[in-house]
């Protein structure tokens, strides 16, 4: 059941094809407007760029959230899901969609922003450090749970007759944890200290919104069918 | 009047002291409904009298503020009644994907209800409607009328016990209604429950049960 | 311990009537209110005069006998709209998501007074208005949730719906303030150059006025959630017979005030 679930969702995501990268796109546009805006300074760049990746990570996901409830709900298919599956079924396919086709490219793609944000900047003479692969990690960590409480926050919404900002302003809040976690991940690692901890913490995190969101996003879900 | 078909089934809703409300506003109170298997029930009353709202809490979506719905005497939220397998509920909204072909939405929904139609079984009824030749194209390729025929497939290829069918006969041509009322009516003969709601009243159906939905007595009191 | 579920149940069953609470509650609010000003008058005189002054800290220590209790009340309403939501999820009462909502804004308004006497307080003390303290970026973060919650119960046409919405938000926040709290605790202490440490063992002398307006903001709180509980059953129940006989609204009403 969860497979077939999860095979129309990445049929309906593959046919929207365009509106699957766009989330992308915006990431990667978001992150190159940082040396406009304050400084091209690779040393200075270096320093904000795990905040930068971590916070246009979120808002990718968080924008790209609308491809995969709205439509369902506005066709009516929601409630044929919800009749004929059980409702965290259908949250856990939505969710797991949602992460293979935008939480995970933004993962795939984040060493072309390390890269862009000179992330691994040594000064002359210094013996350059490869950090590519712990922001790759902190945010393979991070972007499952943020399309996890995303998936209440959208689910919430789409019923709401106001809608669009709605889902950031109740769920960015929530992403406070996993944001301060994820940059320091990045952080520590620039400063030569340990990061098991919060890699650690992130995957706790990610296991205990695991258990808990589908069940409540089921549950907004069917309260946005009812 | 229910009259019994010559098939027995145990195969019956029953509503109890049901109350609905839309917007805080009371439609249905403590009211008793009852749809026997072999029976075809209108549902029939003015615009905002709750139709689509009886509908909607027949299928299961709608909450009930109070009293219960019972599929062959066991709750329908309860798993063990196996309501949510034996029911087809049809909306005004086909929820049919635009993206996906005729026989892949037709194909998706078979399979979530186990078996998964052949494209034998998706052309024959296909043809019954006259869209044999759109299988493979989008749906939002379709004319209105192309997309209602398609949402009409599904009562052939999906086996359940339960039909709640929200305005089925709107926009249909002469053909296809005559078409809809002879599967309801031979679904209901093999024992299915067939509960439907229409403005206008329908040639040729035959009907076991009206049920009149107006603007309950909160308005007068 | 029979006769105790028994009057807990019917204490279960009289809250859940707003018909009930609607009329009982017209009677406590004088009484409330005289307990109120007293202790406010109590408190107040108690903290303002009566109080020494921090030898550090001078007379601006005494924003704290406001700025603490709002700080204690922002929790204290949001964790019991998260178990008014549970209640309202679990028994479908009405009332009780009624006095959910009516928490939030409440709520919302603690959270500000809290983060601007907060900010006032930091001026003398911290030479900044605004600190990335632990404790007041957990009230800002706290805001941000009444907000979203307010946002989302208002953007739905059918109340219903927005009940339960909100509810769901409401809890999923609830489980996620001690996640925040820690970790922005564990961020601050990162960031140890920038924070200050507020205050160590209290005087007390300053405990005890501190409590007593604890004690009045509390009885405040309650007296406001009253009066907005009340507004919401109006609201939501006007077209009940027994509300607009209360009101003194409709013909049979009429009729029997005037005989």
Redesign the interface.
Known sequence: MFLTLLKRELMLARRNWVAVLIPLFFFVIVVSLFPFAVSPEAEFLQQIAAGVVWVAALLAVLLSLDLFYRGDFQDGSLEQLLIMASPIQVALSKVTAHWLVTGLPLVLISPLLAGLMHLNYAPNGAVEMNHTPIMMLSLLLGTPTMCLLGA??MS??L?????GM?VA??????Y??IL??GS?VITASLANSGYNAQIA?LAA?LLFALV?TPY?TG??LK??V? | MSSKQSEPSSYNLEVKGLTI????QPLLEDTDLSFNAGSITHLFGENGAGKTSLMRALAGLL?LDSGQILWNQIKNTHPESNFNQDLLFLAHNLAMKHELSIAENLQFYSILRGRKSSLEELSKVAAELQIENLLERHFSDLSAGQQHKVALCRLVLETVKLWVLDEPFVNLDAKTRDWLSAKMMHFAKEGGVVIFTSHQAIEGLKIHQRISLSHSEEEA? | MASFSKTAGRWFHQLGSPKWFYQKSVKWLPWLWISCLALFAFGLYYSLWASPVDYQQGNSVRIMYIHVPTAVLSMVAYLAMAVCAVIGMVWKMKMSFMAMRALAPIGAAFTLICLFTGSLWGIPTWGTWWEWDARMTSEL?LL??Y???I??HS???????AD??AA??A???A??IP??Y???K??NT?HQAYSVTKKGAIDPQMQTPLFIMIAAFYVLFIILVIIRLRLEIMN?EAKA?WLQQEVGLGQESNAGANG
Do not use: H, Q, Y
């Not at chain 2, 409300?21 to 805080?24: A, K, Q």
């Not at chain 3, 953007?155 to 719906?161: C, G, I, L, N, Q």
């Open positions: 209440i926050g919430l919404s019923a709401a007759s106001r809608n709605l302003v109740m769920i960015l809040p929530l406070v944890p301060i976690f320091s913490i995190i808990l409540t549950k907004a309260v946005a009812s | 409300s839309r917007n805080e909450p009191a | 973060v941000f949730l907000l979203g919650f946002a989302l953007s739905f046409s059918d109340r219903t719906k339960n919405a769901i938000l809890i999923v926040g489980i996620n996640i925040i820690g970790s922005v564990w961020w990162l939501r017979k």
